[in-house]
């Protein structure tokens, strides 16, 4: 696979959808390959971590939906902190109606993910249909979507050809597909050896990453920032509870200390990829 040698900066000139320019941008920039995926219920626990976890992440992860207290404010203050701190808002929605439905659900309601969320994730579940709803909405703002090609839970159904049928959708959606969440790279999958098509550069966003746990009690399984990087080529390491604990982040030295710790890990792994 030719761009796992490559740089962040140079595979910019590899993509054209805004949103994952910016991203590998913003990777470079803050020498920076971690999310930080911050799934907590209170506004005010949301706000301290990302706070804290800012000036080391390239991405922050959200699930908007588990806030009790949510308000639309939070979402000027997350955009405030993503200009403050430099980095790039995930919205982890996973998609998985029909077109119609998703493209409602991606610019309506309560959250108005589209309006602020400069990537977003779906189920190829649906197939392509699902894409061309999202797509509608987000293409014309300069969005990127990811593709869910694996999971990383024990037991996962998205293997096999359910992955490779995810790739195709991809391949056939460039300009708004930027990537997938997966264990892996994903170049290639599926096509002969040599194929042209083959020279792809899609984004691999990977959770289910620790240091200190192998796993949770719910089936999360987790592994390295080194096997994720270095092993398994993927781009972005996505870690939560290893970053902000079981207590929500409550001792703020502790979240600054892990998020910096993963932001290392990740870019040696990745130093190390590239060969520098
Ligand atoms: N997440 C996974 N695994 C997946 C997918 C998403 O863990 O395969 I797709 C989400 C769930 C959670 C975050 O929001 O990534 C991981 O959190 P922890 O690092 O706390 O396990």
Redesign the pocket.
Known sequence: APFLKQTYSQRVANHSNPAAKALLETIERKRSNLCV?V?VTKKADFLRIIEIVGPYVCLV?T?VDIIEDFDFSLVEQLKELSVKHDFQIFE?R?FADIGNTVALQYSSGVYKIASWSHIT?AHPVPGPSVITGLSSVGLPLGRGLLL?A????KG?LATGSYTEEAVRMARANRDFVVGF?AQRRMDGLGLAEGSSEANEDFLVLT????LDAKG?SMG?Q?RTPREVVLESGCDVI?????IYGKDNGANPEAVREQAERYRAEGWKAYQERIGS
């Open positions: 995926s799934d992860k699930h982890d996973k994730n869910l694996e999971m990383s839970t996962s969440i959770p289910g990453v620790g949770d999360q987790y996505i870690v939560g509870r290893g």
